[in-house]
């Protein structure tokens, strides 16, 4: 979900790859044919409008036997709303009703459409190439049908500030770019100037990220929308919570019950995290993040993650993350994600390089090298 001007593997070997078993691919996973998916557009449109059952003055909170509000259940995130707000809309937190509708079948089309979107990528409000070779979601959106979308008034996730805009980078963070960091987790890329200029050669296997080797994807915190299978579970007891992400099929434990955060010395892979209820609101603070895994390329030394979880109606949990890293942004910032009530149950995310993919990045990247030096570089398109 970073900041990204192109997400590219810069390779021949890899363009060959995708471009052969493309076709297999998007038959098992695609809608069969426009004139279904059509059909299914316009049945999934019908949730621009339809009243629902969440509005009604009969519902009341669900809660435990401990008297807390009750997440339990499979709930999914995924949205068409960008991370970040496009600068049309300046400080407008909000979209009009008739900007909502449109940005919701806009969504819709782009999700079977490949490139139907256009420029601007859906989850984090970027520059998408619909020509670039690469791992393409547009190309079989199965996850609106399966999953559910609801529509979202908000212009972006980020709410604050209030432009809708992740602060600028310190100097700090523009320097651990320039010296090598890698942005974590995520393909060879590269991203601009408002994040920091780095760019990713995949010089060796530890380049690639840790999405590209398998070692974990996207549990959080924070929990941000994947593509696809933006799936989740919750379950709870007075003394944790437990929350499932479908990508990944990866599970966070949480205690509730006071305990203080492990020493500094220990950073896990998705932190270590400690919730606390505040009125109706389930609050999880998130510290000790891995160097390799931290949000955004952020200080594991100083990057806290707080999560605010709060049922809003019978199908509906307001989801709102704020980042605190003083060594990584000017300032922190939030996002609001709603997450829709959705039915389970979530499949095995079965995530593998096969041994393969490294050798085709890594041989691809010097051939697009070799290409460059000679003149002649590689296009993907």
């Not at 993350?321 to 990584?328: A, E, L, Q, R």
Request: a negative charge.
């Amino acid at each position: 979900m970073g900041k990204y001007v192109g997400i590219f593997w810069s390779a021949l070997a890899v363009g060959a790859a995708v471009v052969a078993f493309a076709p297999i691919f998007v038959a098992a996973q695609s809608a069969p044919g426009a004139k279904a998916a059509a059909r299914t557009t316009a049945k999934a449109e019908t949730n621009i409008d339809t009243t629902r059952e969440a509005n009604s003055q009969n519902w009341v909170v669900p809660r435990m036997a401990d008297g807390h509000p009750d997440f339990s259940g499979y709930w999914n995130s995924l949205t068409f709303t960008p991370l970040e707000r496009p600068a049309k809309f300046g400080n407008r937190e909000f979209l009009t009703a008739e900007e909502m509708k449109e940005r919701f079948r806009s969504g819709l089309r782009g999700s079977y459409e490949p490139g139907a979107q256009g420029s601007e990528d859906r989850y984090g409000g970027e520059l998408f190439n619909p020509d670039s070779v690469d791992y393409d979601a547009t190309t079989y959106g199965l996850s609106p049908w399966q999953n559910g979308i609801k529509p979202n008034p908000r212009t972006s996730l980020v709410v604050d500030p209030p432009d809708g805009r992740i602060p600028p980078l310190t100097a700090e963070a523009k320097a651990r770019l320039d010296v090598g960091v890698r942005p974590g987790g995520t393909f060879p890329y590269v991203v601009d100037d408002h994040h920091g200029g780095a760019v990713v050669h995949a010089d060796n296997a530890r380049d690639l990220g840790l999405n590209t080797s398998c070692l974990t994807q996207s549990g959080g915190p924070p929990l941000i929308p994947a593509e696809y299978n933006s799936g989740l579970f919750i379950a709870q007891n007075p003394a944790y919570v437990l929350i499932e992400t479908e990508t990944g099929s990866e599970f966070r434990i949480i205690p509730l019950d006071g305990r203080p955060h492990v020493s500094s010395d220990i950073h896990q892979w998705h932190g270590d995290s400690r919730g606390h209820w505040e009125g109706d609101t389930l609050v999880v603070e998130t510290t000790n993040l891995r160097p390799d895994h931290t949000y955004r390329n952020g200080d594991p030394r100083t990057q806290k993650i707080t999560e605010y979880f709060k049922r809003v109606s019978v199908d509906t949990i307001e989801y709102k993350f704020m980042v605190d890293d003083p060594s990584t942004w000017t300032k922190p910032w939030s996002a609001i994600i709603p997450m829709s009530a959705s039915t389970g149950p979530l499949f095995e995310y079965d995530c593998s390089e096969n041994n393969n993919d490294a050798v085709n990045i890594l041989a691809g990247a010097r051939a697009f090298e070799k290409k460059a030096a000679e003149g002649k570089p590689i296009s993907q398109k």
